[in-house]
């Protein structure tokens, strides 16, 4: 639990220091690494850091591989969740 919320902080983190340098025009977060802190687990902070700072909302490609990653995560999720439920009965 506590690596889960190191990384969504990070991400969030991640997102809002790159909108910050995005706005001065200095050297970016670049997407790659963005994406790899969501896939790590970071998808809900990546998710919540588009929202507050209406970041990479433009770009399709990247929200295309965002979502498919959250979305994967959330099916593992159910699935682990329901499995644990399973043997709890």
Request: a positive charge; charged letters at 20%; zero cysteines.
């Amino acid at each position: 639990m506590i690596y889960l919320w190191g990384i969504n902080t990070l991400t969030l983190l991640a997102f809002g220091w790159d909108k910050a340098r995005a706005r001065r025009r200095k050297n970016r977060v670049p997407e790659r690494r963005l994406l790899w802190l969501a896939a790590l687990g970071g998808s809900p902070g990546a998710v919540v850091g588009r929202w507050i700072f209406r970041h990479k909302t433009r770009k399709r490609g990247f929200s295309v591989w965002l979502f498919a990653i959250t979305g994967v995560q959330m099916i593992l999720v159910f699935l682990v969740m329901t499995e644990a439920s399973e043997k709890l009965l």
